[in-house]
Every structure is written in structure tokens, then in C-alpha cells.
């Protein structure tokens, strides 16, 4: 019997493009080229048919009634909610909070936890590339409770400074504060040490998992932080949902962001008591379809593997760098990926003399390229690597090598139609 050879990993994953109907479509009159997944990935058809079937079939309001829609609400509801529990193995289902973002999720703790536990000269340690969602919390907190905000810096390859890192921890250190994947460097931080490290000082890590999520797989306990968060639309759900993983212990011992309806047990006029967990920080009708959504968003990539797509993107990694070296004058941030496109994220952000990245980016979207100019949220980074903007093009596992040579080959007319301008 002859063996039939496994087709590649390009050739499995061009097929999924038929999942995203977007992707057929044309901007500007030439094929879409969709390279801001770093922004926000594009949603297959078993998402988006899973926001219709709740609305057709299952639309009520959840936990409130015992009415055959309201248990199919539910049921689609709370269901989501263990396939992301399973997703990034949490130990439980109740340690996973529904958000509407990863924004809110980090204020979420920085209010509730925050504010009732840190002091003055209160240490917390966050890193120079995070993203404004991960800082700006964190200033308003510090500014109400007296803490002090200190900060890892990069390395001469633009990666977490680890030796600084030991530096900064001590018996004051409370919280640190870290983004897993860089959304401007691409660089992917070393979070399970990180939190070993804290957690010998009896700090507790938050670890932002927005652009880690989508692109690999998670296991939170192996990592061992007491809170983790992301953003399901980043990761081909709906918009206006996320998650907050915590620590069921740490949960517990936090009290409620929001007030009202759903966080409650008993309400009186002076007082209530308060819902378990992850109820008490859900308070109001929740974002029930766009939970759905991200249900079946954790269905269809572990249907694919996040090790497959992680081992596919690695390749398209090596391939677009492989094509970003080779243009003159181009200033690539954030290390190098290894020979196989590991050690590092799909994304590349750069500049090119002169030319402004939203210029770049303007005469790019008219070829049907669509890419990321300015300061990502991240504009303390963009002052330490003193560029004022750069841009990012980002990969998903729905994009080809085509479509790098696309984007490769329209850089190359935008840079040299510039340098016409410029002399």
C-alpha cells in the first residue's frame, strides 16, 4: 500500500479561507489583503452563524426565567463559558469572568483589587511595552492609593529585560503587571518565569493575553498567574466580549466591580449580599450573544489545533521577515524570529526613512492591503524606541504566503513612489 503524504500546512489552511467570506471580497478594486489581525481577526462562518441561530432560535434573557428560551439562553450562555474554562485550562468555570473587553477585565481588578488592597509605597511593576489598557488602570490606581509605578525595560534586542526585572522585585512589590505577546515588538515574554519570580515576594501577576490567545495555546495553571485576560474578538468572536481568568481563592477575596441586577443573593434596602462566583462581577443583562459567539469562536480553533496554528504562522513569521530583510531602508522592531519563524509573534512593525507609516499605510489600503499605522496603544514604547508611529502588519492563520508577496511587492511601489517624492 502506497502512503498518501499528509498535505501541508499551507494546503490545510488554505482551505479554511472559505470560512471567512470577507476575505473574498475587494477594497478599492483589487482582492482584500487583511493584515491588522493584531487590531481584530475576521470571523468565520460557524461565529456568525452562531450569533444568527441565538437570535432566531434561543433570544432571552439568561438566569432569570424558566421558560424553555430562557434555558436555551442559558444553557448557550454558561456553555461558552466552559469551553473557555477548557481553552486555556482553568481549573473551573467559575474562575472565568465574562467582560466586555480585556480593557475592562485588567480595570476590573485594578478597582476591586486595587483599591482595597494597595497602600502607599505599594509597588507595582509593569513592563515599557504594554498596552495603554495595561498602564492607564494601573496610573489611576497608583495616583488613589499612593503606589509606585516602576517599569521593566528591553533588552538591546527589544525584549523583557529579565536581569532588570529581578532588580525591581521586593518585599513591596504587590502586582506586576505583563502583556504575554507585544502587540508592537511581537516579542513573546517569558510570563511563567515572571510569575515564579513574583510570587516569591508574594506578589500577584496579571498577565495580558490579547495577542497570546488567538495564536497559541494557553494553560494558565502551568503558568501559575492569578489573573489572565483577553479579548474575544481577537480571536475570531464577536466584538464587545472578553474574559477575565482569576485565581478562584483571588476571586473570592475581591469584592464586586459593578453593582446591580444578576451580581446579587438577597437585596435590601440597606444592604445585600452578593451572587457566587464569576456572578458577582457580572452585574446587568450580559453581552449573552456575543458570549455564544465566543463559544463558538474556541470551537472552531480547537477544531484546528492552536498548535497547528501556532506551527503554521510560524511559517508565515519566517516568510514575511524573510521579505521585510530584504528591503533597504526599512527598521524592523522587536527581535528576529528563529530560522522556523519561532520565537516571536506574526507581526511586524516598522518604518522606512522619512516616510510617514500612515502614508505607507494610505497608499497600501489602495492596492487592497489593509495594515495598522500610529502608536498601537503603546506610545510610551514608541518614545523608548523613538519612533513617533510605526506599521504593523499582522498575520492570522487565514492569510498565505500570496498574500505576503502581495503586501511585499505594494510596500516596495509605496516606498519607491515616496522616494520619488523625497529625492
Known amino acids: 500500500m502506497i502512503a498518501i503524504q499528509e498535505k501541508s500546512l499551507a494546503e490545510q489552511f488554505q482551505k479554511l479561507r472559505s470560512d471567512f467570506p470577507i476575505l473574498l471580497e475587494e477594497v478599492n478594486g483589487k482582492p482584500l489583503v487583511y493584515l491588522d489581525n493584531a487590531a481584530t481577526s475576521q470571523k468565520p462562518v460557524q461565529v456568525l452563524k452562531a450569533l444568527e441561530e441565538y437570535y432566531y432560535h434561543s433570544n432571552a434573557n439568561v438566569h432569570r426565567s424558566v421558560h424553555t428560551l430562557s434555558s436555551r439562553a442559558t444553557d448557550a450562555y454558561e456553555g461558552a463559558r466552559e469551553k473557555v474554562a477548557k481553552f486555556i485550562n482553568a481549573a473551573s468555570s467559575q474562575e472565568i469572568v465574562y467582560t466586555r473587553n480585556a480593557s475592562e477585565a485588567i480595570n476590573l481588578v485594578a478597582y476591586s483589587w486595587g483599591l482595597g488592597t494597595l497602600q502607599p509605597g505599594d509597588e507595582i511593576i509593569l513592563t515599557v511595552m504594554e498596552h495603554h489598557s495595561n498602564l492607564v488602570p494601573w496610573q489611576i ?57 513574583a510570587h516569591e515576594y508574594g506578589a500577584k501577576v496579571l498577565v495580558d493575553g490579547c495577542q497570546s490567545t488567538p495564536h497559541m495555546a494557553i494553560d494558565v495553571q502551568d503558568i501559575d498567574c492569578d489573573w489572565f485576560v483577553a479579548s474575544g474578538h481577537k480571536m475570531c468572536a464577536a466584538t464587545g466580549i472578553g474574559f477575565l481568568y482569576g485565581k478562584l481563592a483571588v476571586l473570592r477575596a475581591m469584592p464586586p466591580f459593578l453593582g446591580g441586577g444578576e451580581m446579587i443573593a438577597d437585596v435590601y434596602l440597606d444592604h445585600s449580599t452578593y451572587a457566587d462566583l464569576p456572578h458577582k462581577f457580572e452585574a446587568g443583562t450580559p453581552a449573552i450573544a456575543e458570549a455564544v459567539s465566543l463559544g463558538a469562536a474556541v470551537d472552531y480553533l480547537s477544531a484546528i489545533g492552536m498548535d497547528k496554528i501556532a506551527d503554521y504562522e510560524h511559517e508565515l513569521t519566517a516568510y514575511l521577515f524573510e521579505q521585510l530583510n530584504q528591503i533597504p531602508d526599512l527598521k524592523l522592531y522587536g527581535p528576529q524570529p528563529k530560522a522556523d519563524g519561532s520565537g516571536r509573534a506574526g507581526l511586524a512593525s516598522f518604518t522606512c526613512g522619512a516616510v510617514h507609516p500612515h502614508d505607507l499605510s494610505t497608499i497600501l489600503d489602495q492596492a487592497g492591503v489593509a495594515i495598522r499605522a500610529g502608536h498601537h496603544c503603546t506610545q510610551p514604547l514608541h518614545r523608548v524606541i523613538h519612533a513617533q508611529s510605526t506599521a504593523r502588519a499582522s498575520l492570522y492563520f487565514y492569510n498565505t504566503r500570496a498574500e505576503i508577496d502581495v503586501f511585499i511587492a505594494s510596500l516596495k511601489e509605496a516606498i519607491d513612489f515616496f522616494g520619488s517624492i523625497f529625492g
Open 141 to 197: 490606581i497608583a495616583q488613589r492609593t499612593g503606589a509606585v509605578l516602576k517599569f521593566v525595560e528591553l533588552t538591546e534586542t527589544q525584549e523583557f529585560n529579565m536581569e532588570q526585572f529581578k532588580t525591581l522585585l521586593s518585599e513591596k512589590t504587590k502586582l506586576v503587571g505583563v502583556v504575554h505577546v507585544s502587540n508592537t515588538l511581537g516579542c513573546i515574554n517569558p510570563v511563567k518565569e515572571i510569575a515564579a519570580l
